[in-house]
């Protein structure tokens, strides 16, 4: 259940308030339990050091036995009467953005459209995405219990990018090859980079700067449609599905007569590389970001008629080494205009302090968040101290 509060004006509003909204519901629940039809519980539960963004009630008629579990999320209402046909103001996903907070944070805000994402697609994929969530409960939640897996909206958000671009949006196609093409994508998940511009795009500098830094994660990416702080792909248990997606591969209904007739999906989408020529304008081009160089010098002679023999490429990325109290410089791999901030989640992610936690220093003085790398005049194989508040 979503609740939208008025007393929420911003996304910082309710990261700072929130605490105090969930204490306030508990503690009327408790007041009020003996004048309801219902007992109700309430379960703790801790998300690392950060403040539960959700109150989990455990419910049970007093007339029977049956009981279900349901999250309570308190949200800032972003979107007031927006229609999800439209496309939000970009200005809503700037303020999302410059709130800074961790990843997927502020989604509840955001749950009209990405319903909506789903809930509007042709009848039959409807069907196929029934077929992959039966595949994911019965061969991969009830198999792990207990282990951490994707979530069920990223495998959602994973078979309607298959069906996009394996069936150019159809809605004839055949479901056998649709089930095959999703197993494929999940043993293949490493490869995976995917996101969507129907309610985001990159026109606006902010939103477009933070999609690119997105983009750059550790693979699998795929950006929530309709929150881009939100990738998917993150956490663990990718592993385990595609352990069980190789299986399913071998089993006789993902077996076709032809098998070269199947969807052919690219495992991210093509992104833009700009070529930059003496004497010359910059030449743009979409590329699949897995192609070999020489695909792109064919693709260079046939649009600007020019024979390329050698195609010079910079590296993006450096190597930073991270100190810790103990003494310990554990290196990352990471971009030049990355900030500070994506480099606390890298460590936060190889199982450091949590981003809240870190001091990050170089020099003798303290990086702050919002900054680039490249600004701050870090270079390959800079050294740079962390600190753990206490």
């Known amino acids: 259940m979503i609740l939208f509060l008025s007393c929420f004006v911003s996304f ?27 007992s109700i519980t309430v379960i703790h539960h801790r998300e690392g050091n950060r403040i539960p963004r959700s109150l989990t009630l455990q419910i049970q008629c007093r007339k029977s036995t049956d009981v279900f579990r349901m999250d309570v999320l ?29 990843p997927g944070e502020f989604s509840p805000s955001f ?55 394996g069936t150019d949006e159809s809605e004839n196609f055949n479901m056998d090859e649709g089930l095959v093409a999703v197993m494929k994508l999940l043993r293949d998940y490493k490869d995976i980079c995917i996101y969507w511009t129907k309610y985001y795009d990159f026109q606006n500098e902010t939103v477009r700067n933070f999609i690119k830094q997105k983009l750059k994660e550790c693979r699998p990416v795929i950006l929530d449609p309709a929150d881009p702080t939100n990738n998917l792909g993150r956490g663990r248990g990718w592993d385990l599905m595609a352990r069980e997606a190789v299986y399913c591969l071998r089993q006789a209904c993902c077996r076709t007569e032809d098998p070269g007739h199947g969807w052919h999906v690219q495992r991210a989408r093509d992104v833009q590389v700009t070529v930059k020529q003496t004497g010359q304008k910059p030449l743009t081009l979409s590329v699949n970001p897995y192609s070999p160089i020489w695909k792109m010098k064919a693709e260079i002679k046939r649009t600007n008629r020019v024979n390329v023999r050698v195609l010079e490429t910079i590296p993006p990325e450096i190597q930073v080494f991270v100190k810790d109290a103990n003494g310990q410089s554990i290196p990352y791999a990471i971009y030049p205009d990355d900030t500070i901030r994506d480099l606390k989640e890298k460590i936060e992610d190889a199982g450091g302090p949590l981003v809240k936690d870190q001091i990050l220093k170089a020099q003798g003085r303290t990086l702050w968040n919002r900054r680039r790398l490249e600004d701050l005049d870090i270079e390959d194989c800079d050294t740079i101290t962390l600190i753990k508040r206490s």
């Open 74 to 102: 308190p949200a800032f209402d972003a979107l007031g009467s927006f229609s999800p046909d439209s496309k939000p103001e970009p200005e809503i996903y700037e303020s999302l953005i410059t709130a800074s907070g961790y």
């Open 12 to 38: 910082q509003s309710q990261s700072l308030v929130r605490k105090y909204i969930i204490n306030f519901i508990e503690e009327k629940l408790d007041c009020c339990s003996r004048s309801l039809a219902y």
């Open 111 to 165: 749950t009209q459209l990405q319903r909506h994402f789903v809930k509007s697609r042709p009848f039959k994929l409807k069907n196929l995405l029934r077929l992959v969530k039966f595949w994911y409960l019965k061969y991969v939640k009830d198999k792990y219990r207990g282990e951490a897996v994707p979530s069920k909206y990223a495998l959602e958000l994973l078979t309607i990018y298959a069906w996009e671009r």
